[in-house]
């Protein structure tokens, strides 16, 4: 199965036993035909441990999954260590959330009330008209 646009081949779907699991690796020519050199990546590896995309943190290989009306729901663009949810990754920055978004938090009387309501150190919380962070 030739890649699209890649110019990488898919060389193997293969079943692993020990892990009941199987993986996808691809091909990339580093040389010129009478070299024959090629270099294999593993691109995808599924397992009952879960799935790992990009194990060995090659560049160029990112990741995109598209929802019914957007093509760019959840990007990772490896090569800037960038996530977009919404839409593109943005270089430079780690995430980049775009389109409306709600954050649900629980509201407070004070920050005492947050800390003893069960809000953890780091935590989001409501009061007095501010979203607030608990620090101590």
């Given at each position: 199965v030739d890649g699209y646009n890649s110019g990488h081949t898919v060389v193997a779907v293969r079943a692993n036993d020990v892990y009941d699991g199987f993986s996808v690796v691809v091909s990339e020519d580093t040389g010129d035909a009478e070299d024959e050199e090629v270099t294999f990546r593993q691109l995808l590896k599924a397992s009952q441990q879960g799935v790992i995309i990009n194990e060995h943190g090659e560049a160029d290989f990112d990741f995109r999954v598209e929802s019914d009306t957007n093509t760019n729901m959840l990007v990772v663009d490896a090569g800037n260590n960038a996530v977009g949810i919404g839409g593109a990754a943005v270089?430079?920055?780690?995430?980049?959330?775009?389109?409306?978004?709600d954050l649900s938090l629980s509201n407070y009387a004070d920050d005492s009330a947050a800390s003893t309501g069960g809000v953890p150190v780091g935590g989001l919380y409501h009061t007095s008209g501010a979203v607030k962070v608990r620090v101590s």
């Open positions: 270089s430079g920055k780690s995430l980049t959330v775009t389109g409306y978004t």
